[in-house]
């Protein structure tokens, strides 16, 4: 998907996600309560370099709603920032892996939070049209 899209469908994306968790869905074996907050501070390190401060103590997947209240309340700065960030084809953030591009950095966030709400939105769609479980986890029952 064209980066545009991508932040394009951001706030999409992050409602879709956060209404899956406040759903039936069964995440507790899926690593969203690790990668989640990885990616929401990542995403948020390359707002910090524009001016735009996000921060939480939030632990696990929760921390994706303290950012969508953040998101909302800054809609226009964020959104300026990233579009500002994705024409920018020179501009780089240091992480602790080394130097990379801030916009490969940000289209990998806005690619992640799409492929978690797409996927999530799967496994909805499968628990409604009641699928059979692919394993059978003997805590779940």
Do not use: C
Not at 55 to 83: I, N, P, Y
Request: hydrophobic fraction near 40%.
């Amino acid at each position: 998907m064209e980066a545009a899209a991508l932040l394009f469908s951001l706030k999409d994306n992050i409602n879709k996600i956060i209404g899956a968790f406040n759903s039936k869905l069964e995440t507790r074996t899926m690593p969203y309560n690790v990668s989640i907050p990885l990616e929401v501070d990542m995403l948020a390190g390359v707002l910090r370099l524009h001016g735009l401060n996000f921060t939480s103590a939030t632990t696990g997947a929760k921390r994706l709603e303290d950012f969508q209240q953040w998101f909302l309340q800054h809609e226009d700065q964020a959104m300026e920032v990233m579009h500002h960030v994705l024409e920018d084809k020179r501009a780089y953030i240091k992480t602790p892996q080394g130097t990379v591009l801030q916009k490969e950095m940000l289209i990998r966030r806005l690619e992640f939070f799409n492929e978690t709400a797409h996927t999530l939105m799967v496994m909805m769609q499968q628990q409604q049209l009641k699928s059979p479980k692919h394993h059978i986890y003997p805590y779940l029952n």
